[in-house]
């Protein structure tokens, strides 16, 4: 299995990504060949090896016209599908990069992923560093993606909402679940587009996995700091004990931490305990579920669980303590895996509906209607939620 390993002890942005892919080997002109295609005739990629810190990498120019940097997701994903120098694999994984940066900005701006629009990394200099990462990865025959904990470094950074603090708010929502480390440089050492690559991309954070090393590249950032390189290494090697039939199909996921909170109650009414659990979802809980159980002295109960970010903690043991009968909770940290998804709208033959687009093995996908747009969808042309389930599964299937 080849691996590639991201150290990103200077943090990560698409350029430092393109530049170490490019110093790996991916020839610039497949890059540019490829997001030529996209319908971005006039943009020129050019790489030159450069010095950081006394550290050899490679620093990549994008050039284009000046532009209205403004687009939404369909918009970018149509660009994307249109691209025919690029790899029907490539195309996933960059829509799938700019999907996790589409669903951070629509819970920071508190609107659908649908609506929301892109302002730094609509722009096309940021299309190039991600289409072209994916283009890299894909070239390179990368397997897995693993990669170190990445520093986010401190202070403010001024967006297009205005001044905010490090790291703001969309790169801070992509980094949930993945481990961080301080950083005393006051840069923004790790940009929107670098954390959704790596949130796309790697499968477990840690220090470098056992292999044999076959090659390094490194890919320079735009910064001169103190004391250390602007620079991102990504590590190439080959593992022989990862070569299993079993792996060689294996799903690709995302690993977070959650917390589970728990409780045993006996002396809640049914109605008490849905309308605890109906608080709880609305406080932004990953799931709430009720199992039945045998108390002490013999007394029927049920085992009242919570599944939740570490954040939401707080505020849903106050709702716990307030909306039922418990006079206690107990929590645990757990490890979760989970499918690859991605948000998508299908244009039916009965009107938009909203899915999940979950990655299998060998590229296969599986998606699956969102519950409330199905019904209201259902009770708007009068049909059956079996019917708009059918609309959207001939919907999807026709889809490229």
């Known amino acids: 299995m080849r691996i590639a390993y991201f150290d990103c002890f200077s943090g990560i942005s698409g350029d430092m990504t393109l530049g170490a892919l490019i110093d790996l080997g991916v020839p610039v002109d497949a890059i540019q060949s490829g997001i030529r295609s996209m319908g971005l005739d006039s943009i020129n990629i050019t790489a030159e090896v450069i010095k950081k ?6 620093q990549v120019r994008i050039e284009h016209p000046p532009e209205q940097a403004h687009r939404h997701l369909h918009t970018i994903e149509e660009m994307i599908d249109r691209g025919t120098a690029i790899a029907p694999e490539a195309k996933l994984m960059a ?19 649908r609506k929301v629009h892109f302002h730094e990394v609509g722009a096309i200099d940021s299309i190039a560093d991600i289409v072209g990462a994916a283009i890299g990865f894909h070239a390179l025959g990368i397997e897995r993606v693993e990669s170190s904990p990445v520093p986010t470094g401190c202070g403010s950074v001024t967006i297009a909402h205005g001044l905010v603090s490090i790291p703001a708010p969309a790169t801070a929502e992509l980094l949930r679940g993945i481990p961080i480390v ?20 790697a499968e477990n954070f840690g ?47 995302e690993h977070d931490q959650v917390v589970v909170l728990e409780t045993n ?15 709880l979802i609305e406080a932004g809980a990953l799931d709430v579920y009720q199992t039945p159980c045998v108390m002490k002295k013999g007394r029927s109960g049920v085992l009242l669980t919570i599944v939740c970010s570490p954040s939401r903690v707080p505020s ?31 244009e039916t033959s009965l009107g938009p509906v909203s899915a999940k687009v979950v990655q299998l093995a060998m590229g296969q996908t599986r998606m699956t209607v ?31």
């Open 53 to 58: 810190a006394g550290f050899r990498a490679v």
């Open 95 to 113: 829509k799938r990069i700019f999907g996790l940066i589409g669903e951070a900005e629509a819970k920071m701006h508190n609107t659908t992923i």
């Open 182 to 201: 301080s950083s005393t440089i006051e840069r923004e050492l790790t940009t929107p587009t670098g954390a959704a690559i790596l949130k796309a991309m």
């Open 207 to 253: 220090p470098m996995p056992t292999m044999r090393l076959t090659s390094v590249g490194y890919g320079a950032g735009t910064y001169d700091l103190p004391g250390q390189a602007n620079v991102l290494r990504i590590a190439i090697g080959e593992s022989d004990l990862l070569k299993t039939p079993a792996l060689q199909y294996a799903i690709p996921l």
């Open 265 to 279: 109650i006996d002396d809640s009414t049914a109605e008490d305990l849905a309308d605890c659990a109906r608080k």
């Open 316 to 346: 849903l043991e106050q709702i716990l303590f307030l909306e039922s009968s418990t006079i206690g909770i107990r929590r645990y940290a757990a490890d979760r895996d989970k499918l690859i998804r991605q948000q998508v709208t299908l």
């Open 370 to 400: 969102e519950y409330d747009d199905a019904r209201d969808l259902a009770a708007k042309c009068q049909k059956t939620l079996a019917e708009v389930r059918q609309a959207a599964a001939n919907a999807w299937s026709t889809k490229d």
